[in-house]
């Protein structure tokens, strides 16, 4: 039987590169997440804390119009227009999203190694790094829709109930902090929670062994310091070490302080690039016989 008769045909396009997958894999990731009624309820959580700073921001901009001294008062509790409110309100997301993502990283990462997901990617005439960029970028997304992007609408909503748009330029600090913080903790998560799902793919000992990371280091860390009196064993403490980092984005950490942004920078960095020789590790072990 001829071609023409079994209904194919020849195709003359031009073939795109494979880093194309990519983008493919973010949004496969992203439809997979967006199902499971789990992570709506803990994106809901997110959202109220979201809406109860729309929500002021509003307030304040309304009772403004009436008496200054009121928004002066409402400033006092460091929930609008400052770069320490903003780092408050990013730092109370960030831990709705390490809930959403102890989750998440089963169903992104570990069902890929328990149910063959990943044999199927890497099928699809995509490379391993391929993969691994696109699974980061989809975690990724997911860090910027909690985080980042919040904080972006708060930032241009403040601008824009001010009396004038000089809040944009005498605010650039802010915009440069938000993207910066959203940055840290992007990168930063799903780099780990990626090494750790590919290592403990099972959902229960990954949520155990994620949330378990950071509340027993920074126990460790609080009981070190404690015992020594060194402020430098608090380095151990991840969650808070992006934390300092963020703030220094935002220009609200105290250059005083010890342990200081360039200290967490580091141990920040290492961290990462040790999750990432995991990832590699074991991406590679994977092996698909075509």
Not at 113 to 119: I, K, T
Not at 121 to 146: D, M, P, Q
Request: charged share 15%; hydrophobic share 55%; net charge positive.
């Amino acid at each position: 039987m001829e071609l023409d008769q079994a209904g194919y045909r020849t195709w003359e396009g031009q073939p795109r590169s494979p880093w194309w997958g990519c983008l493919s894999i973010v949004r496969v990731g992203l439809s997979l997440i967006f199902r499971r009624w789990v992570f709506w309820i803990l994106i809901g959580l997110g959202l109220l804390n979201f809406l109860f700073h729309f929500a002021f921001i509003y307030l304040k901009a309304t009772l403004s119009v009436q008496n200054e001294n009121i928004a002066r008062f409402l400033d006092n509790y460091k929930v609008t227009g400052t770069g320490q409110a903003y780092a408050d309100f990013m730092f109370a997301q960030a831990g709705i999203c390490a809930l959403l993502l102890a989750f998440a990283g089963s169903t992104l990462i570990g069902s890929d190694y328990r149910q063959g997901g990943m044999v199927f990617y890497l099928s699809r005439g995509i490379g391993k790094w391929h993969y691994i960029v696109g699974k980061l970028l989809t975690i990724a997304a997911v860090v910027t829709i909690v985080t980042t992007l919040p904080a972006l609408i708060l930032f241009i909503e403040y601008g824009t109930l001010s009396n004038s748009f000089q809040y944009f330029l005498d605010n650039p600090r802010v915009l440069c902090g938000i993207l910066g913080y959203g940055t840290v903790l992007a990168v930063v998560q799903s780099l780990l929670i990626f090494a750790i799902a590919a290592w403990v793919p099972r959902t229960v000992p990954l949520v155990m062994t994620w949330l378990g990371l950071f509340a027993l280091l920074k126990g460790l860390a609080d009981a070190m310091r404690a015992i020594d009196g060194n402020r430098y064993w608090l380095l151990l403490g991840f969650w808070d070490d992006m934390n300092r980092l963020g703030r220094w984005c935002f220009g609200s950490l105290d250059p005083n302080r010890i342990p200081s942004a360039g200290y967490c920078l580091a141990v920040l960095a290492a961290l990462c690039v040790v999750s990432l020789v995991l990832i590699v590790r074991r991406v590679r072990a994977v092996e698909v016989v075509s």
